[in-house]
């Protein structure tokens, strides 16, 4: 084993040990949601549902999309106290499950689920400000779900829900890029089935689809030891060298302390996902 596969096994031990683990049965939702959405047959094509806390309107929709390289044994579990700390700051909140590697997904079936699983709250969102926010993992589909308009030749381009920003928490932004550094221990290549290619690659890449007609917001730790700051930096970059509208806001703590509530990282991606709501 080389030191880059070895730093990428060892990243991969962290994740297990900060992340609840998935198995073939779907995780029991959190005491403190109101509902749980299924939007297939699969035991994992759910999404556990949070309304605002307390009285009025919600100040917005966000579906949150929990990573963990794509692989089945990570769940959506871990994001539940975040999950209520949204719907505490006034929003309405949709958590994503979807099929993973391991566990009947992988492409493009892990996108056919976050498409079929934002889609599903068509019914079900009070108010048309939608925004995706994924973690590691699921910054990647977070950011893919936003570009899905312009997938026009694809089953994924004609969205029923719009989504009006997407906040990419430590996103795994540059498949390609993954690849070439081996993330994850070669994570994106076992989501795509396989090494780089002209076809399917550019089509689950957030990279490869800039310029989007929606804001992109970056939040990411430069002490962050799984997935590098430069996954968000290269992609700011690119974006708005391209006219695209992306931000970067860096906070501390590495891979997961913005997930954790009560953490000054937590605080501001809260203060970010608040601003997403306002008019640009």
């Not at 079936?109 to 079929?116: K, L, N, S």
């Not at 026009?152 to 390609?176: C, E, F, K």
């Amino acid at each position: 084993m080389d030191r880059r596969q070895l730093l990428a096994a060892t990243g991969l031990l962290a994740l297990a040990a900060a992340c609840a683990p998935g198995g073939s049965e779907p995780a029991p939702p959190a005491e403190d949601t109101d509902e749980r959405l299924a939007y297939g047959d699969h035991p994992s094509q759910f999404v556990d549902v949070w309304r605002r806390t307390g009285s009025g309107e919600p100040v917005g929709t966000v579906a949150l999309i929990h990573g963990g390289f794509w692989q089945q044994q990570f769940d959506l579990t871990y994001l539940e106290p975040f999950a209520a700390a949204a719907a505490a700051r006034g929003w309405d909140v949709a958590s994503l499950e979807y099929r993973r590697v391991g566990g009947d997904g992988g492409y493009p079936a892990t996108f056919d689920d976050v498409a079929d699983g934002i889609d599903v709250l068509k019914g079900w969102i009070r108010t048309p400000d939608v925004v995706t926010l994924g973690h590691s993992a699921g910054g990647h589909l977070a950011v893919w779900a936003a570009g899905r308009p312009a997938l026009t030749d694809t089953v994924w381009g004609s969205p029923a829900v719009d989504v009006r920003t997407a906040i990419s928490l430590a996103g795994v932004l540059d498949l390609q890029a993954s690849h070439d550094e081996l993330l994850g221990n070669g994570a994106a290549d076992e989501l795509m089935g396989g090494p780089p290619d002209g076809s399917t690659w550019p089509l689950a890449d957030p990279t490869a689809r800039i310029p989007l007609d929606v804001p992109v917001r970056c939040v990411h730790a430069p002490d962050d030891d799984l997935v590098p700051i430069s996954q968000s930096t290269d992609y700011v970059e690119r974006a708005t060298a391209a006219g695209a509208d992306a931000t970067l806001t860096e906070v501390s703590g590495g891979h997961f302390a913005a997930t954790e509530p009560g953490t000054s990282a937590a605080s501001t991606l809260l203060d970010v996902l608040d601003a997403a709501a306002k008019p640009v």
